[in-house]
């Protein structure tokens, strides 16, 4: 079964602080998703990636970024920590032509 | 542009009761619709899929039918259960466009004994 993992399960940081969460997928997927999930909001995505070094702007990319420098890594950046970025960020991958998403169990981050 | 709206939760029922979660969508041509499921302290699963009008997904006693004329794909499942508990997520995937998936704001069901 596909395992995608991501690195904490529960982050806490202070506004201005420069955040890296981690996803790693282990099915060579070439394609890798981070969304935030807010309540009465649902999942929204941030930003995804079709191949290494590849990356595409999602719905909603400000005051993130991202970096896919191996396959199996997709690293969501934010560069200031801002307390209007407290959510819970998934991560999920896809195989080239399929369809269903594979998502981590999530990263619940806290921005003090 | 394309969303979906689903029913606001939470939905509480009894254990064996009817389960509907309505889910209806808006898309630039034609779609590709999907039920995923979140189980507590658990990322996104794939319960279900269809791909074209008139299509019946299904999976662990749940369905759901593609229907084109009325823009929906309403979740139902006959006789529900305590460990049926989640939060349900519809969601659309139009061909092009990064195949992005497009997702409800998800639906609480609580099931009681």
């Known amino acids: 079964d596909v395992k995608v993992t991501q690195s904490s399960r529960y982050l806490v940081k202070r506004t201005g602080e420069k955040v890296f969460l981690e996803c790693v997928q282990d099915?060579?997927?070439?394609?890798m998703f981070w969304y935030r999930q807010d309540p009465g909001l649902g999942l929204r995505l941030i930003y995804f990636?079709?191949?290494?070094?590849?990356?595409e702007k999602g719905d909603i990319p400000e005051g993130y970024s991202v970096s896919r420098e191996k396959k199996e890594r997709f690293s969501l950046i934010l560069e200031s920590a801002s307390t209007n970025q407290t959510s819970m960020y998934l991560c999920?991958?896809?195989?080239?032509?399929?369809?269903?998403?594979?998502f981590g169990s999530g990263t619940q981050l806290s921005v003090l | 542009g394309n969303s979906v709206t689903q029913m606001e939760g939470p939905v509480t029922l009894s254990e064996e009761a009817f389960l509907t979660i309505n889910c209806t969508y808006t898309?630039?041509?034609?779609?590709?619709l999907f039920w995923y499921v979140q189980y507590p302290g658990e990322g996104l699963q794939l319960l279900l899929k269809?791909?074209?009008?008139?299509d019946k997904g299904s999976n662990k006693g749940f369905e759901a039918t593609y229907r084109k004329e009325t823009t929906s794909f309403h979740l139902e499942k006959g006789s529900v259960q305590v460990s049926d508990s989640a939060v349900y997520f519809c969601?659309?995937?139009?061909?092009?466009?990064?195949?992005?998936?497009?997702f409800g704001t998800g639906t609480q069901l609580k099931v009681e004994l």
């Open positions: 999920a991958s896809r195989g080239q032509g399929r369809e269903k998403l594979f």
């Open positions: 099915m060579d997927h070439e394609n």
């Open positions: 990636s079709y191949d290494v070094k590849m990356k």
């Open positions: 898309a630039t041509g034609y779609p590709s």
């Open positions: 269809a791909t074209k009008a008139d």
């Open positions: 969601a659309l995937k139009v061909t092009g466009g990064g195949n992005k998936l497009t």
